[in-house]
């Protein structure tokens, strides 16, 4: 019912930056945050950083202060603005919707995920 659209990862070195960006699309009524998460090899999923529909941002403590996390709400979309980016921010990158209302008459608690996009950081 919701289609998680990412775009933006590839290959970068140290210190440099990328843009990441998802698109929602499908039949809901609304979505209330969206956010990117991260998986290295052999590691657990992790936050990013999400974003709610009333702008409130959560970062995950690796990247405060280097990542920036922004989303319009009108067209569905989140952008993950990376730089000074390090070889241990490697990892397939996740585009989530949470807290997601796909009927008027059903709460606000269906969640969704992207098929991931590859970020690789050189030394």
């Known amino acids: 019912q919701v289609q998680l659209e990412e775009s933006g990862g590839g290959l970068v070195q140290a210190g440099g930056s990328l843009t990441l960006s998802c698109a929602a699309s499908?039949?809901?009524?609304?979505?209330?945050?969206m956010g990117w998460y991260r998986q290295a090899p052999g590691k657990q999923r992790e936050l990013v950083a999400k974003?709610?529909?009333?702008?409130?941002?959560t970062y995950g403590d690796s990247v405060k202060g280097r990542f920036t996390i922004s989303g319009d709400n009108v067209k569905n979309r989140v952008n993950l603005q990376m730089n000074s980016l390090k070889p241990e921010d490697t990892a397939v990158y996740y585009c989530?919707?949470?807290?997601?209302?796909?009927?008027?008459?059903?709460?606000?608690?269906?969640?969704?995920w992207g098929q991931g996009t590859q970020v690789t950081v050189s030394s």
């Open positions: 974003v709610t529909s009333g702008g409130s941002t």
């Open positions: 499908g039949r809901f009524v609304s979505i209330n945050v």
């Open positions: 989530n919707a949470d807290q997601v209302r796909v009927r008027t008459y059903l709460p606000a608690n269906s969640a969704y």
